[in-house]
C-alpha cells in the first residue's frame, strides 16, 4: 500500500506528539510504542479504506491538533446546569471528565457503593490494569491513537450485585485540540449495572460555538459469566466537533450486554462497536439512533462476532436525516463456525426528510455455522402512509401527525432507558427533533 | 345524518363501489354485510378520506356537508370514527400520548378547553374500566406487540375517549375469541346512544346477536343488493353469501 503524501505528513506530525508527550503518560510505555508503531506502519484511513469508504476525515487531519492538556482545576463549569439536571438530588454517582481527564471538584462518588473506581492515570500508574493492546490496521488508526496517547480517563471494577445508575460526562475543550479519554470496565459475575455517558462540549451554548474540536473516545467493557450491563452513550457535541469513538465489549458465558448509541450532535462523528459474544449463552440488544441536519455526519460501525453457541443478538438502528444530514451505517454479523444455535437480528430503519440528506445503510452477514436464525432488513424512506392516516382518521393534522410519528420513530430506539436517564434522552432528542422539523 | 348517494370508486382504475346508495339517521346502527371483497372496506375507507381511492360518482354529506371535500381530520371533527380493520402498530408512539393529542385537537376544533396530563388520565381511567383493559395499555406503544383482541378492545377505547357521532367499526368482530367478542360488544353497546349513529361492518353475523342494528344491507360486487331490519342477518346466516353471486366476486 502506498501512502499518499499527506498521510505521510500527519503520520509524522502524530509521532511528534507521541514523542513529546511520552515522558509524562502514565504507565506502561510498550503498549504505547506498539500502538504508535502499527500507526507508523498503516497509516490514516484514506480514501481507498473501505470502512472509512463514507467518511472523509482527510482535510480533517492534515493538521492534527494537539493533545488537550490536563485542565487547571475548577470547580465551576458552563455545565454546571447540565451535571446539576443529571444528579438532580438523586445521590446516585457522577464522574465527570474534562478533556479527558478526570475532574474530581464535580464528581461525585459519594454514591458509588462497591463500586470501585480510579482514574485512569492512577490505575495506569499503580499498575493495577493495564491498556489493552490496540487492534492493527489503518481502519483502527484512532484506537491506536488513543492507546498511545490518552492520558486519563476512568477505570470502574463493578462488582457482584444490583447497583445505581453511574452516569459519566465527557467534556471536550472547545479549543481546537483533540481530547484523548479512555474506559476500562470490568463486570463481575451476577453484576447489575447501568452506565449512562454523555459527550457534550464544555460551554453550554452549542448555537454559537463555532470551534473545531476533537474527542477521541475509547471504553473496553469485559462481562464476566451471568453479568448484565447497561450502557448508553449520547452525543451533544459543538456543530463543528469531531468525534471518534470505539467501544469493544467482550462477553462471557451467559451475560447480557445492553447498550446504545444516540448521536445528535457533532459535525462529523464515528462509532466503531465491537461486540464479541465469546462465550455461550451470551445476549446483545443494541439500539442506535442517529439524528442529524445542517452538514453533521453520523457515521457507525457495528460488528457482532458470534463465536459461541446459543447467543443472541437485537440490533437497532433508527437513523432521521434532514437538511444536508449523512448517515452511515454498517452493521456485520460474524457468526463462526461452531456457533450453532445462533440467534440474531438486525434492522437499520431510516427517514430522510429532505432531498439532500443521505443514508448509508448496510447490513452485512457472515455465517460459517449450522442451526442459526438470522434475519436482517433495511429500509430507508417516508414516514408510513398507514399510520399517518391511523392519526389524522383520530383529529390530530397531517403535521401534528408527522411531528408525533418522528417523535415515535426516535423514541423506539431509547424506549428500553427509564427513569430520570430516560427522561434526560427523551429531552435531548424532543430538542434535536425541533430543529429537524423546523427546517 | 349521513347520506351516501348513488357512491362509485376506483381503485387503481378497477371499479370496487358501483353506485352505492344509503342513509343513516341519528342513533340508528346500521349493519353492513357481504362476503370477503365485496368492499365494505373500501366503503369505510372512503367515509374516512383515506388517499388511494378515487371517488368517480357519487356524493357523501354529513348533516347537509360535503364529506368528500373535508380531509381525514376534518371529518374526525365534525363526529366520524372509523375503527380500523387492521390497526397500524407504531412502535415508540406511547398510547396516552396519542390519544391525548387526538382528544386534545377534536377539543380545539371546537373551541373546548384542551385536557391536561392529569384530567386525561382521570377520564382515560373511565373509559379503560368500560373495556375492561389493564392499566398497563397506558405506557404501551400504540398496538405494538398487541394480541387480535387487544387491538379491537383498544379501537373502541379510542372511539369511548373520541365520542363521535357516527363511528363506523371495520370488522370490529375478526379475530375476536368469544370472551373478547362479548367484552367489545358490552363495549359498543354502552357507547350507543340516541345522539351516536353506527356502522357495523362485518363478515359474520355473530357480532349481530351482542350488537342488534336497527337495519341489515348487504353489499356484493360493489353495490347494496338488499336492505332489511336484523332478520335479514338470521337469513344471511343459515343461507350464506352464495345466493347472491349472481356474478362473481371480483377478487
Ligand atoms: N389498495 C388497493 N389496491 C388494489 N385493489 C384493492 C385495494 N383495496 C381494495 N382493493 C380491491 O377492492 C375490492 C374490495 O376490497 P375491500 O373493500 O377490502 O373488501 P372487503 O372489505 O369487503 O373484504 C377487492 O377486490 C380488493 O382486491
Ligand atoms: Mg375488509
Known amino acids: 500500500m502506498v501512502a499518499t503524501q499527506a498521510s505521510a505528513d500527519n503520520r509524522t506530525a502524530f509521532q511528534q506528539q507521541f514523542e513529546n508527550r511520552k515522558p509524562h503518560l502514565p504507565g506502561d510505555a510498550e503498549v504505547r510504542e506498539r500502538a504508535m508503531q502499527q500507526l507508523l506502519t498503516t497509516g490514516l484511513p484514506d480514501r481507498k479504506t473501505e470502512r472509512w469508504r463514507y467518511t472523509r476525515i482527510n482535510s480533517l487531519l492534515k493538521q492534527p491538533l494537539e493533545p488537550a492538556q490536563k485542565p487547571a482545576t475548577t470547580t465551576a463549569t458552563d455545565r454546571q446546569p447540565l451535571l446539576d439536571s443529571l444528579n438532580s438530588g438523586s445521590g446516585a454517582p457522577l464522574l465527570v471528565f474534562q478533556q479527558g481527564y478526570f475532574c474530581a471538584e464535580l464528581s461525585r462518588l459519594e454514591g458509588l457503593g462497591e463500586i470501585q473506581f480510579k482514574p485512569l492515570a492512577a490505575a495506569l500508574e499503580s499498575g493495577a490494569v493495564m491498556l489493552p493492546e490496540a487492534a492493527d490496521g489503518r481502519d483502527r488508526a484512532f484506537d491506536q491513537l488513543n492507546t498511545a496517547l490518552v492520558a486519563d480517563g476512568g477505570w470502574l471494577q463493578l462488582p457482584a450485585g444490583k447497583h445505581p445508575l453511574i452516569t459519566i460526562v465527557v467534556l471536550s475543550g472547545s479549543a481546537a485540540e483533540t481530547s484523548y479519554w479512555r474506559l476500562l470496565v470490568t463486570a463481575a459475575s451476577h453484576c447489575e449495572a447501568e452506565l449512562a455517558i454523555i459527550y457534550a462540549d464544555s460551554e453550554a451554548d452549542q448555537e454559537t460555538d463555532g470551534k473545531a474540536y476533537q474527542l477521541n473516545s475509547s471504553i473496553d467493557l469485559d462481562l464476566a459469566p451471568n453479568a448484565q450491563v447497561s450502557l448508553s452513550q449520547l452525543q451533544q457535541q459543538g456543530e463543528q466537533a469531531f468525534q471518534v469513538s470505539s467501544l469493544r465489549a467482550n462477553l462471557q458465558r451467559d451475560s447480557s450486554f445492553k447498550s446504545h448509541v444516540l448521536t445528535l450532535g457533532g459535525a462529523i462523528s464515528r462509532d466503531d462497536v465491537d461486540i464479541d459474544l465469546a462465550e455461550a449463552g451470551a445476549h446483545v440488544e443494541f439500539d442506535g439512533l442517529q439524528l442529524t441536519n445542517g452538514r453533521q455526519h453520523a457515521d457507525l460501525h457495528l460488528t457482532l462476532e458470534h463465536a459461541a453457541p446459543n447467543c443472541t443478538s437485537q440490533v437497532s438502528h433508527h437513523g432521521l436525516f434532514g437538511d444536508h444530514g449523512r448517515g452511515v451505517f454498517n452493521g456485520r454479523v460474524h457468526v463462526h463456525p461452531g456457533a450453532d444455535g445462533t440467534d440474531s437480528q438486525m434492522s437499520s430503519k431510516n427517514l430522510l426528510l429532505s432531498d439532500r440528506a443521505e443514508i448509508d445503510a448496510k447490513p452485512e452477514l457472515e455465517i460459517y455455522a449450522d442451526d442459526v436464525k438470522c434475519a436482517h432488513g433495511c429500509t430507508v424512506g417516508d414516514l408510513n402512509r398507514d399510520e399517518l392516516f391511523y392519526l389524522r382518521s383520530r383529529g390530530l393534522t397531517e403535521q401534528d401527525a408527522r411531528a408525533l410519528l418522528l417523535s415515535a420513530f426516535a423514541a423506539a430506539s431509547f424506549a428500553t432507558l427509564g427513569g430520570h436517564w430516560g427522561e434526560y434522552v427523551a429531552n435531548a432528542v424532543t430538542k434535536k427533533m425541533e430543529q429537524l422539523s423546523h427546517e | ?251
Not at chain 2, 19 to 33: F, K, N, P, R, S
Not at chain 2, 42 to 55: C, P
Not at chain 2, 61 to 82: I, V
Not at chain 2, 119 to 143: G, H, P, Q, Y
Open chain 2, 1 to 251: 345524518m349521513l347520506i351516501v348517494k348513488d357512491l362509485k370508486v376506483e381503485v387503481e382504475g378497477k371499479s370496487i363501489l358501483k353506485g352505492l346508495t344509503m342513509e343513516v339517521g341519528a342513533g340508528e346502527v346500521h349493519a353492513i354485510m357481504g362476503p370477503n371483497g365485496s368492499g365494505k372496506s373500501t366503503l369505510s375507507h372512503v367515509l374516512s378520506g383515506r388517499e388511494g381511492y378515487e371517488v368517480v360518482g357519487g356524493s357523501i354529506t354529513l348533516d347537509g356537508e360535503d364529506l368528500l371535500a373535508l380531509s381525514p381530520e376534518e371529518r374526525a371533527w365534525k363526529g366520524l370514527f372509523l375503527g380500523f380493520q387492521y390497526p397500524v402498530a407504531i412502535p415508540g408512539l406511547n398510547s396516552s400520548v396519542f390519544m391525548r393529542e387526538a382528544v386534545n385537537a377534536q377539543r380545539r376544533s371546537r373551541g373546548e378547553n384542551e385536557y391536561d396530563a392529569m384530567d386525561f388520565l382521570a377520564i382515560a381511567r373511565e373509559k379503560m374500566k368500560l373495556l375492561k383493559m389493564d392499566e398497563s395499555f397506558m405506557t404501551r406503544a400504540v398496538n405494538d406487540g398487541f394480541s387480535g383482541g387487544e387491538k379491537k378492545r383498544n379501537e373502541i377505547y379510542q372511539m369511548a375517549l373520541l365520542e363521535p357521532r357516527l363511528a363506523i367499526l371495520d370488522e370490529i368482530d375478526s379475530g375476536l375469541d368469544i370472551d373478547a367478542l362479548r367484552v367489545v360488544s358490552d363495549g359498543i353497546n354502552k357507547l350507543r346512544s340516541a345522539d351516536r349513529s353506527l356502522i357495523m361492518v362485518t363478515h359474520y353475523q355473530r357480532l349481530l346477536d351482542y350488537v342488534v342494528p336497527d337495519y341489515v344491507h348487504v353489499l356484493s360486487g360493489g353495490e347494496i343488493v338488499r336492505s332489511g331490519g336484523r332478520e335479514l342477518a338470521l337469513e344471511l346466516e343459515s343461507s350464506g353469501y352464495g345466493w347472491l353471486e349472481k356474478e362473481p366476486a371480483a377478487v
